[in-house]
Every structure is written in C-alpha cells, then in structure tokens.
C-alpha cells in the first residue's frame, strides 16, 4: 500500500494493518470480510476512514498527530453518553478509551453549507439544545488555559509567529477577563462544532466528534461554528438571533463576539502545536488569525475599551 497523506496524519501501512484489526476484534470478522477501506478527508485532528462490512457502512476514526496532547479521551467517553442519550449523536458504535479509535455508523449526508440559512439554523438549534440538557459531567473546558497548555508543548522558537501576536494577546487576555462579569452561565459544550462535525441530510441532522467536549461557556461552541468559515457582521448577528430565538442582549451579544476572538485565539495555538509537530494545517490558519485579530478589537470597543 502507498502512504497516503491525510488531513489528520500519514495513513501507513502499519496504521491500517492495526485498523484492520481492531476493525475484526469488534465485529469478530476476517480482515477479507472488510471491503472499500478507505481515508475520508474530512476531519482535521484524525485519520478518518469508511469501510464496509457485513452489508453495512461505518466510519472509524484513528488519532492523529499530537491528539495525546490535545485530547482527553476519558472526557470524551463521558460526553459521548450524555449526548447519546440526549440524541445529539447516536453514531458511536465503539470507543477505544486508552487509545482514542473509535467505529461510528456512516450516516448518508451532504456537505454542511454556511450559507444555507436552513443549515445554520439546524445547527445553531442543536447547539442549542445541548447547551439545555441538564448538566452531568463537571469536566471544565476554559478555552484561553486550554491554549496555554497547547503553548506549553510547543517550542519557543515556533511559537507566536503571527503579525501583531503581542498584541493580539494582550487584547485576548483582556477579553478574558472581561467576559466573566457577563453572567453566562455554563454548560455541555462540544468545543468544536464547526461545519466538518455536522452530518446532516434532509431528515437528519448530528454532531460527531467529542474532543473537546466538555463543561465550559456556551461562546466557545458559537465561537467554533463561526471559525469554521467565512461570515459577515450581519451573518453573525443573525445566528446570534437564532441561538437567542429573540434579539440579544447588549451583554450577550458581546460576550460571543468575544468568545469568536478567544475561540480564534484558540485554534492560532492549535495551528501552531500541529505545524511544530510537521503537519499542515491549510487556509484555516489565516481564517483562525483574523477572527482573534479582527474580534478582539471589535469585541472590547463592545465593552467599552479603547483599542490603540
């Protein structure tokens, strides 16, 4: 087999052959009774796969580069129950917890689009309802000491390469500091919830891929949908709406812009862990840096501080 690079690491030889057994420990199968094995270019933390067996399609996925780092998988199988039982995603077939692989149903779906106003909205009230279900794992995922443990394990020399970093910091920080005189409260939150987590078709909808989830502030998960793409001060103001089902607050409203710049700030930090390990990230790099650039200064004109 020729190495294939994927988004989330090199597919080897050696990675397939222990997915092709873990893939026949689960369903106590031949490695010739699974057919059409094959990467699937959609995640960016794992090597994601299809596979077929038994009449049946499935989804398995394998960590990727610096995922030990990134992820704790005790916390993900804790999220993953909670959000199975609250139907936000009932994909999991099995979770490998020590080493992080994991065996989904494929789920028939389309491309997630942005800018498909019934999308958003199908998203956002997902999003919604998990931030609603009565709160069981106590797990916290505060996003700014989350990208300082990311910036721990990167070395000095491959940190911060980005124009004008100090100051975008100093204005993260500031943020920070500011967003917890708003009075959200926290809750479950997925951490990730851009356009790739999303499976959706015209009856369905799921959101896959419990990393990051956890306990934390429901701004992360907005923050992480609007990261996930290209959007307009108007779009933004208008999932805020169908988050709200009503016209935000002043308070509320700029407490998500802020979490846009936080959560920006965030993915800066896990570009940086990914690329200093030798893996590329792509355009999002630059998409990631804008919004912790451009949110931070708009998001403090919104609490009333100067921006020089």
Not at 30 to 41: A, G, K
Not at 53 to 59: D, N, V
Request: aromatic share 12%.
């Amino acid at each position: 087999m020729t190495e294939i690079q994927t988004t989330g690491g090199l597919f080897t030889e050696d990675i397939r052959n222990t997915i092709l057994q873990n893939i026949c420990d689960v369903f106590f199968c031949d490695v010739s009774d699974i057919e059409e094995l094959e990467p699937v270019q959609a995640g960016l933390s794992n090597i994601v796969l299809s596979f077929k067996l038994r009449g049946g399609k499935y989804i398995y996925r394998h960590p990727g580069v610096v995922s030990e780092i990134l992820v704790n998988r005790g916390r993900e199988t804790m999220m993953q129950k909670v959000v199975e039982d609250a139907g936000i995603d009932t994909t999991l077939v099995v979770m490998d917890v020590e080493s992080g692989w994991r065996i989904s149903r494929y789920i028939e779906h389309r491309d997630f689009d942005y800018q498909n106003l019934n999308d958003m909205v199908r998203a956002i009230m997902l999003l919604r309802s998990l931030h609603e279900v009565p709160c069981r794992v106590r797990w916290n995922f505060d996003v700014l000491k989350k990208a300082e443990s990311i910036r721990d394990q990167i070395e000095p020399d491959k940190y911060g390469h980005f124009v004008d970093f100090l100051n975008i910091k100093n204005r993260i920080y500031q943020l920070y500091h500011l967003t917890k005189t708003d009075g959200v409260k926290k809750c479950h939150v997925h951490g990730d919830a851009r356009d790739a987590n999303f499976l959706i078709n015209h009856e369905e909808i799921y959101l896959i891929d419990w990393e990051y989830g956890g306990y934390g502030d429901p701004g992360f998960d907005i923050g992480s949908y609007i990261c996930g793409g290209k959007h307009t001060l108007e779009d933004i103001d208008r999932i805020l709406f169908t988050y709200y089902r009503r016209k935000p607050t002043e308070k509320q409203k700029r407490h998500f812009y802020a979490y846009i710049a936080l959560t920006g700030w965030f993915y800066m930090h896990w570009t940086m862990l990914k690329e200093a390990k030798g893996q590329t990230v792509g355009v999002n790099k630059e998409l990631w840096y804008h919004y912790a650039r451009d949110f931070s200064i708009i998001a403090l004109g919104m609490y009333g501080v100067d921006v020089v």
